[in-house]
T-cell receptor, first 110, second 118 residues
Framework: RKEVEQDPGPFNVPEGATVAFNCTYS??????FFWYRQDCRKEPKLLMS???SGNEDGRFTAQLNRASQYISLLIRDSKLSDSATYLC???????????FGTGTRLQVFP | GAGVSQSPRYKVAKRGQDVALRCDPI?????LFWYQQALGQGPEFLTY????????KSGLPSDRFFAERPEGSVSTLKIQRTQQEDSAVYLC????????????????FGPGTRLLVL
């Protein structure tokens, strides 16, 4: 079983739609959680960190449920420019390793 | 300011050839990471440096893979006797902090080196 699991998609949604991605992780000792965005043939870039209290950045909302070992990302009012792969990332406790999921591909169409 | 840079951007190697991939981290960044990303997969951790010390090399897939950062800045990932399964994008990332702080901080990725082994 992979340490971080995501639905690979693709999710095809129209502009303006709300879309949610989920991710589960297996190591209950994980301490830090992130969503990274990766455009086609580009490097990953940090989208947002994920905190237990939940956090929001504009149209993006991230939630963490430690009891269920579950992380989510909600994108409201999707834009064409949101089309990318969204990587769920977890750090292993007491290490500097980041463990990436396979990514969920989002395609927003006009 | 300048981000993480990697060279070469593309490398085609014949099976059995040795290759060297270079990473220039952001100036002043203490932590440096190497990842391998196969097609359709997320990046997978290879190794980690804090300054010149290699603190974790548990992700290196075999003893054909070797990384160094002798002066605590530029790093080189070397792959000896390349195999077709080594074909992937090799990503380098750096972050500002020291040990375990790196996991709490943003890792900034370079554009990667696309390696194709024929």
């Amino acid at each position: 079983r992979k340490e971080v699991e995501q639905d690979p998609g693709p999710f095809n949604v129209p502009e303006g739609a709300t879309v949610a991605f989920n991710c589960t992780y297996s190591n209950s000792a994980s301490q830090s959680f992130f969503w990274y965005r990766q455009d086609c043939r580009k490097e990953p870039k940090l989208l947002m960190s994920v905190y237990s209290s939940g956090n929001e950045d504009g149209r993006f909302t991230a939630q963490l449920n430690r009891a269920s070992q579950y992380i989510s990302l909600l994108i409201r009012d999707s834009k064409l420019s949101d089309s990318a792969t969204y990587l769920c990332v977890v750090n292993k406790a007491n290490t500097d390793k980041l463990i990436f999921g396979t990514g969920t591909r989002l395609q927003v169409f006009p | 300011g300048a981000g993480v840079s990697q060279s070469p951007r593309y490398k085609v190697a014949k099976r059995g050839q040795d290759v060297a991939l270079r990473c220039d981290p952001i100036s002043g960044h203490v932590s440096l990471f190497w990842y391998q990303q196969a097609l359709g997969q997320g990046p997978e951790f290879l190794t980690y440096f804090q300054n010149e010390a290699q603190l974790d090399k548990s992700g290196l897939p075999s003893d054909r893979f070797f990384a160094e950062r002798p002066e605590g800045s530029v790093s080189t990932l070397k792959i000896q006797r390349t195999q077709q399964e080594d074909s992937a994008v090799y990503l380098c990332a750096s972050s500002l902090g020291g040990r375990w702080a790196g996991a709490q901080e943003t890792q900034y990725f370079g554009p990667g080196t696309r390696l194709l082994v024929l």
